[in-house]
């Protein structure tokens, strides 16, 4: 199975800090880039950070200044430093590569979710 190991998460208090780390699957042929997607009760799962392997960057307008996503040179790990985290933040964090698997065929692969709960 094609996954990538998640870890971090948990409970903190309005204005605390968490990190979420991701480790992509073994294998793959080449990533296309990393990130980070999340999903509130209720919600429709929504983006919070990427990064391409060209090391472009993309934050959702609502996390910006707060969270700070970082990768290794190979691109095979993401940290998510979330910080000034806000009640609205809770939900169920994603990651998510997208990747080659061979010369020519690509997918995306989702992490199994970690949960995220700030408290006011």
């Known amino acids: 199975q094609v996954q990538p190991v998640e870890s971090g998460g948990g409970l903190v208090q309005a204005g605390g800090s968490l990190r979420l780390s991701c480790a992509a699957p073994?294998?793959?042929?080449?990533?296309?880039?990393m990130g980070w997607y999340r999903q509130a009760p209720g919600k429709e799962r929504e983006l919070v950070a990427t990064?391409?392997?060209?090391?472009?960057?993309n934050y959702a307008e609502s996390v910006k200044g707060r969270f700070t996503i970082a990768r290794d040179s190979a691109l095979t790990t993401v940290n998510l430093q979330m910080n000034s985290l806000k009640p609205e933040d809770t939900a169920v964090y994603y990651c998510?590569?997208?990747?080659?698997?061979?010369?020519?065929?690509?997918?995306?692969?989702w992490g199994q979710g970690t949960q995220v709960t700030v408290s006011s």
């Open positions: 998510n590569v997208v990747a080659y698997t061979t010369v020519t065929a690509h997918g995306s692969y």
């Open positions: 073994q294998n793959l042929y080449a990533i296309i880039a």
């Open positions: 990064v391409n392997r060209g090391g472009g960057i």
